[in-house]
């Protein structure tokens, strides 16, 4: 069964310092995965997806992530933080019994310091 | 752009009232799905719907039900609210197929006093 770890419940960074939120992954085979970012009281957008077509990925708002199999991982990487970062962020693969459905970690909140 | 519409924002309903939550997507998704998010707990599945008046549980359907009889619209409905049901609820669709992305509505947040 697909499940993915959030490693970090709550990083905190300086602004202009790099981001670092990890995600390790549980799957059977080479899944996609899927990170996603949630402002206070907003809904949840899509930051990045990766599909096996290439392992480091690049998304929106200067984000990247990496897959690497040997290590499970696909963390998610910023070089330099802005204050309008701060959120939760959420790394997620399809699957379970149905690949209707989507498994989500348990989040990671990202606080931003000046 | 693409767009996942969630009816209302805030909402504040009473115990025992049946409370309707409406969302509608225009990506023509056949897949369409209903969370509850809560502090602590994460986002929690309570049903979701893979084509028109086709439903099936989540892992937390108890007290819900939905409906689905438009493609574009997938409607989720407390029988009776209760102050536990407080919380935000998102509404997401997709393609088929593991690897499509979902798309989120922007939630409702729905307080039950």
């Known amino acids: 069964a697909q499940s993915v770890t959030q490693l970090d419940s709550h990083v905190s960074v300086s602004e202009g310092t790099p981001v670092l939120l990890r995600c390790n992954y549980s799957?059977?085979?080479?899944?996609?995965l899927f990170w996603y970012v949630q402002h206070p009281n907003k809904g949840l957008q899509l930051l990045l997806k990766?599909?096996?077509?290439?392992?480091l990925v690049k998304g929106i708002n200067g984000f990247e992530a990496e897959f690497k199999k040997s290590e499970t991982s696909f963390h998610l990487t910023k070089p330099s933080a802005h204050m309008s970062d701060a959120a939760e962020y959420f790394c997620?693969?399809?699957?379970?019994?149905?690949?209707?459905?989507?498994?989500f970690g348990s989040g990671t909140r990202l606080l931003v310091r000046p | 752009d693409v767009k996942v519409t969630q009816s209302s924002r805030y909402l504040v309903k009473r115990t025992g009232e049946k409370v309707f939550l409406e969302c509608v997507q225009d990506?023509?998704?056949?897949?369409m799905f209903w969370y509850r998010q809560d502090p602590g707990l994460g986002l929690r599945l309570i049903y979701f719907s893979y084509d028109v008046k086709m439903k099936e549980k989540g892992d937390i359907p108890e007290g819900y039900s939905v409906s689905r009889e438009k493609k574009e619209r997938f409607s989720l409905i407390l029988e009776s609210a209760s102050t536990n049901q407080t919380s935000m609820y998102l509404c997401?669709?997709?393609?088929?197929?593991?690897?499509?992305?979902?798309?989120f509505g922007q939630g409702t947040r729905l307080t039950v006093v």
């Open positions: 799957s059977s085979y080479s899944p996609s």
């Open positions: 990766y599909t096996s077509a290439a392992t």
């Open positions: 990506m023509d998704h056949e897949n």
């Open positions: 997620v693969v399809p699957g379970g019994d149905s690949s209707y459905k989507l498994i």
């Open positions: 997401a669709s997709r393609l088929p197929g593991g690897t499509t992305e979902a798309f």
